[in-house]
T-cell receptor, first 113, second 112 residues
Framework: AQSVTQLDSHVSVSEGTPVLLRCNYS??????LFWYVQHPNKGLQLLLK??????LVKGINGFEAEFKKSETSFHLTKPSAHMSDAAEYFC???????????FGTGTRLKVLA | GAGVSQSPSNKVTEKGKDVELRCDPI?????LYWYRQSLGQGLEFLIY????????KSGLPSDRFSAERTGGSVSTLTIQRTQQEDSAVYLC??????????FGSGTQLSVL
């Protein structure tokens, strides 16, 4: 069975400091992993995806994530937070050969001036 | 259209009434998903359509919920005899072959 756990429901960082949003997954088969972002009053948007190519995945807006099979993790990072990064972030897993996307409960990122 | 369109954006209804939520996917997208997002919760899978195949309805929470997709394009999610616990944001997403989901802005349903 697939599942995804986002370890923090809320994260606060100061503008210009690094961002780390943590995600652990469980999947019986080779997973595809995604991060989506939801800005207030806007639709969900794909940030990046991992599909068994390079383990370090670069996404939009300077975000990246590293797939670590040994730790079953897919943490999202950004070297320097910007005010516009304030949003809710969802980690998503999909097992190979299936179409079901399993969403985490989300991490709300707050960026302080 | 350029993106996934959902209507209405907001719906307020009384307990016991039926509601219909509409989703217009991106043209050419064969897959269509409905999700429900409650306050403080992740996205809950409701139903999945792929081309002309039988839909996967395994996520529908009760038989008051149903959905159809006409002509492989527009989809309607119907909730009969609405209850207060049905209050949530209902999200529609479509995709083609590259695993990227394109989401609409959702319908905020409030059941009084």
């Amino acid at each position: 069975a697939q599942s995804v756990t986002q370890l923090d429901s809320h994260v606060s960082v100061s503008e210009g400091t690094p961002v780390l949003l943590r995600c652990n997954y469980s999947s019986s088969y080779s997973p595809s992993l995604f991060w989506y972002v939801q800005h207030p009053n806007k639709g969900l948007q794909l940030l990046l995806k991992y599909t068994s190519a390079a383990t370090l995945v670069k996404g939009i807006n300077g975000f990246e994530a590293e797939f670590k099979k040994s730790e079953t993790s897919f943490h999202l990072t950004k070297p320097s937070a910007h005010m516009s990064d304030a949003a809710e972030y969802f980690c998503v897993v999909r097992s190979s050969g299936t179409y079901k996307y399993i969403f985490g409960t989300g991490t709300r990122l707050k960026v302080l001036a | 259209g350029a993106g996934v369109s959902q209507s209405p954006s907001n719906k307020v209804t009384e307990k016991g009434k039926d509601v219909e939520l509409r989703c217009d996917p991106i043209s050419g997208h064969t897959a269509l998903y409905w999700y429900r997002q409650s306050l403080g919760q992740g996205l809950e899978f409701l139903i999945y359509f792929q081309g002309n195949s039988a839909p996967d309805k395994s996520g529908l929470p009760s038989d008051r919920f149903s959905a159809e997709r006409t002509g492989g394009s527009v989809s309607t999610l119907t909730i009969q005899r609405t209850q207060q616990e049905d209050s949530a944001v209902y999200l529609c997403a479509s995709s083609f072959a590259d695993e990227k989901l394109f989401f609409g802005s959702g319908t905020q349903l409030s059941v009084l």
